[in-house]
């Protein structure tokens, strides 16, 4: 929970310097020039920490294509593309649509079941994030 938090803490105030300082970042090399900067430590933490074990390279190769290709470079791209179009609050709004699109994935792909408490819980983030972008 204390990396969570630590993570957490780090892309809000990252999200807020990089709005005020260089709010005309090239987004291609802005993206990555942070994965390169992230990299380092972060495998080190992975060799130290994990004990790294493949059985299935196919389902390991097609996972790893999608958090790299999407959650990584796709998400940070779309991140930076809307923060310069927009402003950092408004941006942050956003980040509450994650847990929706998550369960509608989850439906879509493996078949989850979307529960009427989660049906709720989309319909009220989307308000949310509807009211909180309204000019």
């Not at 990089?18 to 993206?31: A, C, I, L, N, Y």
């Not at 791209?77 to 956003?94: D, Q």
């Not at 847990?99 to 879509?108: G, Q």
Request: glycine share 10%; charged share 10%; aromatic share 8%.
């Amino acid at each position: 929970m204390v990396l969570c938090a630590i993570g957490l803490l780090g892309l809000s105030l990252g999200t807020l310097y990089q709005k005020r300082f260089v709010p005309e970042m090239d987004v291609r090399s802005g993206t990555a020039v942070q994965f390169l900067v992230a990299a380092p430590p972060l495998g080190l933490l992975a060799l130290l920490l994990e004990t790294p074990r493949v059985s299935d390279w196919g389902a390991f190769g097609g996972s790893l294509g999608w958090m790299v290709a999407v959650n990584s470079i796709g998400a940070f791209v779309l991140l930076n593309t809307m923060l310069r179009r927009s402003s950092a609050s408004r941006v942050s709004t956003l980040f509450f649509l994650t847990p929706s699109v998550t369960a509608l994935m989850a439906f879509a792909l493996v078949g989850q079941a979307l529960h009427p408490l989660a049906l709720m819980g989309l319909v009220l983030g989307a308000a949310g994030v509807l009211l909180a972008n309204r000019r």
